[in-house]
């Protein structure tokens, strides 16, 4: 997902943040277009494209729903509330906190390939199709947030969790997208076409599952996740959510995949939107069967784990490869997931609804991917240009390289960040709730309100 | 009076229901609980994770009958619930002081 | 939301609408294009706008969803049966009903700039242009019906129910919104640009929360509500689904807002799709900050009427404002639900979902802030002609003082109605469910089916 | 629902299935429009077609959601699990078979009206066109296969399950698909315009239907179901998930209907769309006043029955039909559905959700009534050509003998290879959980999962 | 000691805890159960059609008290949960030999 | 015979079986229950407004045992359900007449 960057004539580059912030709201509101008569009269075409990346916007927003659900259904009654509130407010702040700052940090005027550094509060251009980008951005900013509440679930204060969504939409997926997406030094590696990611397995889900990986191992696990150093399972709630939010969340995903083009001219949008059904697809079909091979239960709850694993696996190859190569990258990303679940846990790390796992393993796997099987038959966000082409079409190893200096890039940033970030708040204030908080749930003791009170619930809420 | 309380298989109940109606289908209380015994438990899982549920859903049925009664219902409990496996259950016999009727006032036997 | 009127080429004033109806389906029916081929002749770009509405109406729709989930999450499992057959058949007597007479009355041949005299039962022109502009407004005469059941939960019966529905569709809502929308007299008011209301926060919001609150006021407060004149909390069953259902509304209602330019050329969509999304986060940031200073918990039940209050402000002014007066309509919007909360309680009004103040008082809301925020870039669903100009962008009152006048005008002409309409239901058959009933829950009693047979219920559901 | 044809330079006909496998894979990838460059410089309006078959087609994957809703919550919560594997396993087999060799069969090169003969694996031409039929054609055919879940819920074992899905995605469904949508023999009949089924009554619906009914005649009825010849009830474990459901599927079957068109072009969708809404409406009236007329009481659950009846009625008339019309066959569908789920009872059939009554009955209906309501304003997928005219419009009988062959066929051929399908496992292996199994609930037994640990479920999940 | 168990109906729980209330409000525990008695059922209807639910919804509400309070518990119980109509419930009343407060170890009468 | 009838916390559940398992691990029974003694709520909030929840959940164990047993179970429990807070909850012992093990029939002590 690349959007056409606005360029203002300004070059200048400021010495620091904090100034420039200062300095771009000097100037007056830069002529722009705000009624959009101008854009429509250079382009008829643009309705078309304004459509469709604002359906597919509001597909990515109604992922959070996605994700709610998801979250909820694999963790404890108990905490249902806890997880709403969760997944409520990363949308919440994330819009806020990525109008303030985090969009000016990753679509403003580049900086030494580094940094963003106008349009602080959307200050500057009043045009529509800055506003368009801007709200395609802030869509994607908030899937990156939400995917870090499920790996810290259950024991996670929400003032942390609510510092870690603003930090994450300030900084860390802000200035890791700009690297990608916003002219940054990866987008522009001397390998292949540089680092590319077309929707973001790396720039919205790895980012995303490194700063659950971190959150995650500075909480330590969940009491009773492990017993004399062997992983318990402990079941979520409601298998019935659980797979609600994973059919709202591949429905979302066609829209976040199919409308990174950007436009809609770029009819490659119909191989996209196979690509998508057919990873997903074959990731559960692999999730399912490893585990039926294993336990010989066909087990739902990670064939649900395994849709989202090929989903995050095609994200970034979603444009550039063909159907058979959808199918294989959905296969390993199933194995992949189900693999990783039992690394982590192995060493002692509790991700309660497996977002690691998902997005972090799978996002760097799909990076990978694209680097094997990109076909050439399409180029940057364009049917003009070079095209990306994998090792596998021939292309050698170029494309491989740059994808996985993306894919380092990426695990060391938002792990490193993700990982201080949780480490100072904890120095700070304790981030995660007493023991007996944990034990008796976290609705009653951070909001007061327990999910299901008309229901008998076996796990927690008492007194 | 005689409290029988009757912890038995979730699945037995409509059986036991209808054994006890061909006695006479005495006024019944159920509850459903957890429980283990011999029965150690069962194996679940989740996520590719299996594990081991201790705590057993089963039902415990409660019927408060005269003296007289009681074996009566005793061994059609007992009969109905039956399939030989571990974990069809047990069956526990208290004494009861009074009971009262709270729509008639009445009490006793005629209570029941 | 406005739509290109049709005016046939009578000009003709019927002195009845009963003698209207009769005549209106002498005529043959009149040519259209029913095949829309010569639509598209004439107008190439046709298309692109017919998707646009097309597909933001059917996310209109999945509104109702929505409203179902929200209201029954904050209700109680011994009605959730009750709330469903509420959200469904509003829907379906909805469609009915506006298909038969509201329509006709909205969108018909204005007389005196009162009500619409023509296309009862849609008979008439056989149009494609028609049949569209009919199902953008029966989608949202669907969620102004749909408003109601909140306010009214837990108590109303379902039959004096299904006649409010009928009457909100057939009269109540098509008369207003003729007003408004359908060329009647508030659109023409020598104030401003006359009174705007883009999508609906008076039209559509406004309307529902103001025949809710009639509701609950005739009606009286749930059992148990009131304990010596104080007001109880009565938790909702699930907070998960209400979440569920404050994310699909959100979901929708981005295509309320956006598609309510009834026209993809309007690029404007852009900048309607940034402010909803951000005034539904400032309004959910307002609420959960305002309750959390005051008891020092989170309570995501109050976020998520924020949201909601976010969403209705926006509604009126979401294509003339900036993006930071939308923050701001938010966030007063986040504070007002709140404070619209406790001072209904205060007052013995028992909303067991908050409907009259997220939909009522900040529909109002909503309409004041056009005449204070808008921005002077954009014109009466059009860029061309005037533009909106609000006094805070030194517009002067006027376009104010054509709010205050539509808002007061919303408020007598639903309360007043729904008023009337509840108190006659009541003299004639008695619109409250039994004490007994009440107390067992409705679903039992109104509809014979407990909604979760399978679980324990902590409250009625019993004989 | 009918889509432009890709029929290569190859006339040759293949003498067996197998063989032409073999042979399609022979030549190299043909040369096709892998970027869409070339096919937006001959048609520069096909964007708005991608976008709107592409955002339909979304649509039409998210009903899988509602169907997952509908049929769990009209089950048991013991078997919610399961009813959550098959509704997502069947769309993954579904995929990846279809994609192997449903895809050919239904769209390949046109073997004697047959059979489609090229494309295995979508091997052959590398095309944006062609993917984009391939993504719209794969998500009806894992609506035919959803359907069969809810027919044959509580009682069949998860591997029969999977083969099941496999066969009809392979063959079931995509032989009578070519039929009707892939140039065959129906589609050619020399009465009428040949048998017409615009968006699938009979090729989506019927054929899921008469498969579910195959299957739960050759299951039998659930325990419990049947005592002494006499049927009894037993409810679902969530009326509010099965709304949910509902509301899902009334949004996602705009998207279904409406892009049958398989282009925007068509304005006709305006009509569509409202027809699918009315008849809906229709549907759920007509369903709850006849129960109400019978018990005195609202019953939500055959009224949710009676949207879904309303919808797969006007599934294949949509686009040919008058809003009057579109209201008169949702009414029928809606007495049809109870007539039938009754009926379908006295006979010893049990049906836990109704999807026969729903989809198998209601597609026939939907079949017959374009015989009987085609209005004559509206062609063959385009407003060109000649027009569809039915019985009541002086079209004469023809087309309506065309529907009832149609509708015979649809019988037979669904019914009969279902039938044939389910002896055959029932043979090998047996396709019944044991009593005990059934009794427990199929999700710990099939899954090792109960969906809802956390509560008290009053039926099954003992030990 | 006695343990006076009352089953009574659901929507009658608030109104008994007022009455118990007034006495003293003892310690109580309150179970979910179903049962039936005279009360035979209740007629739901699930997609069209009606059955019977044989075992309805009630409370059980436990109260273990001093042999003298007993009787006044029972009194005020039986009063509030009065309606006259069938499915009112009953009470039962149990010996009880022991009672241990856990946070102090306090026993007897003490405990309660 | 006896039962044991403890109502403790529901987060103590797990290390009072713990403690259970320690000294033999009796069959058991556990019931959710809701109740109040000393602990007289807990303030919930919903939407803005705040609220005392009176009924606290609970969980109820139920062991019989033999007249030996018990004081060994009761001293189990006791010691592993303690907090020092108020809500522990109480252990009253009730006479058992007699138990039967539906599997075999066995009655009496070997029942258990
Ligand atoms: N000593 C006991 N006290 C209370 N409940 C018991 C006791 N022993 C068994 N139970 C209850 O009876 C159920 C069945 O016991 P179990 O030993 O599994 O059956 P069986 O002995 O017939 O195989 C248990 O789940 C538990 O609820
Ligand atoms: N003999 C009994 N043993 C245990 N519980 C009983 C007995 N008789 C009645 N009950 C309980 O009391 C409840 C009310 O009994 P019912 O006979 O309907 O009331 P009433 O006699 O006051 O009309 C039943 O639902 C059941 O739970
Ligand atoms: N007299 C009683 N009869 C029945 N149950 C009781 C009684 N007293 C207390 N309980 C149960 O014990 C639980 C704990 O009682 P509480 O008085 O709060 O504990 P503690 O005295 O240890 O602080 C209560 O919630 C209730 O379920």
Redesign the interface.
């Known amino acids: 997902m690349r959007v056409v960057k606005i360029r203002r004539g300004t070059s200048a580059i400021y010495a620091l943040v904090l100034l420039s912030m200062i300095l771009a709201l000097v100037p007056c509101a830069m002529a722009g277009d705000p009624t959009g008569a101008r854009t429509l009269k250079e382009n008829p075409e643009a309705p078309v494209n304004y459509i469709w990346i604002l359906v597919c916007g509001f597909l990515v927003m109604f992922m959070q729903a996605g994700f709610a659900m998801v979250e909820t259904g ?1 963790c404890r009654a108990k905490n249902a509330t806890n997880l709403m509130a969760k997944n409520l407010m990363d949308l919440v702040i994330g819009s806020l906190c990525f109008m303030a700052v985090g969009f000016a940090i990753m679509m403003g005027a580049d900086m030494a390939g580094l940094i963003g550094t106008t349009g602080w509060f959307l200050y500057g251009e009043y045009d529509v199709s800055r506003y368009l980008t801007f709200f395609w951005q802030l869509v994607f900013c908030a899937t990156a947030a939400s995917i870090v509440s499920g790996a810290v679930a259950e024991r996670l204060k929400i003032p942390a969790y609510l510092i870690c969504s603003a930090v994450v939409s300030l900084l860390i997926y802000p200035i890791f997208g700009h690297w990608v997406w916003g002219g940054g030094w990866l987008s522009t590696l001397p390998f292949g076409m540089g680092h590319l990611d077309f929707a973001g397995s790396g720039v919205v889900h790895t980012v995303g599952g490194m700063v659950g990986l971190a959150g995650t191992i500075v909480l330590g696990p969940r009491f009773g996740k492990f017993v004399n150093g062997k ?6 709630h409601s298998i019935t959510l659980a797979a609600l939010g994973v059919f709202i969340l591949w429905f979302g995903w066609l829209g976040f995949n199919c409308g990174s083009t950007f436009s809609a001219d770029q009819l490659r949008i119909a191989v996209i939107a196979v690509n998508t059904t057919l990873s997903a697809a074959a990731g559960a079909f692999a ?1 399912l069967m490893v ?1 039926f091979l ?2 010989r ?1 066909w ?1 739902v ?2 064939a649900l ?1 395994g849709v989202l694993a090929g989903l995050v696996a095609i994200t970034a190859p979603c444009a550039w490869v063909e159907a058979w190569a959808a199918v294989v990258i959905g296969l390993v990303a199933g194995v992949l997931v ?1 693999a990783s ?2 690394f982590l ?1 192995s060493r002692g790390v509790d991700d309660p609804v ?1 977002a690691v796992s998902v997005h972090g393993t799978n996002g760097l796997w799909g990076l990978i991917s694209v680097g094997l099987f990109a076909d050439g038959t399409y180029g940057y966000y364009t049917t003009g240009g070079a095209h990306a082409i994998g090792l596998l079409y021939g292309g050698g190893a170029g494309q491989l390289i740059a994808q996985v200096i993306g894919a380092c890039t990426v695990v060391l940033w938002a792990f490193g960040l993700g990982y201080l970030l949780f480490k100072a708040m904890d120095a700070a204030f304790g981030i995660r709730v007493s023991p007996e908080e944990e034990l008796q749930g976290l609705d009653i003791s951070e909001h007061g309100t327990p999910a299901y009170p008309d229901f008998y619930i076996k796990n927690g809420g008492g007194g | ?3 029988i309380e ?6 037995k109940l ?1 059986e036991i ?1 209808e054994a006890l109606k061909e006695i006479g289908y005495p ?13 150690k438990g ?10 081991k ?8 049925i409660e019927v ?1 009958a005269s003296d007289v009664d009681a074996d009566k219902i ?1 061994k059609a ?2 009969e109905s ?23 008639t ?1 009445e009490m006793g036997d005629a ?2």
Request: proline share 4%; net charge positive; hydrophobic share 40%.
């Open positions: 694999f992983p318990r399972a402990i079941p979520g999730s585990i294993k336990t239960k087990d709850g990670i784990n189900v679940v039992y846990e497996g | 009076m005689k409290k009757a912890i038995v298989r979730v699945e409509d229901r006024g019944m209380t159920i509850t459903r609980v957890e429980g283990h015994g011999q029965q069962l194996i679940e899982q989740f996520r590719g994770r299996e594990f549920v201790e705590l057993i859903p089963k039902i415990k408060v005793i409990i007992t619930a039956y399939t030989g496996n571990i974990g069809d259950g047990k069956i526990f016999v208290l004494p009861v002081e009074k009971a009262i009727r709270i729509r006032g209570a029941l």
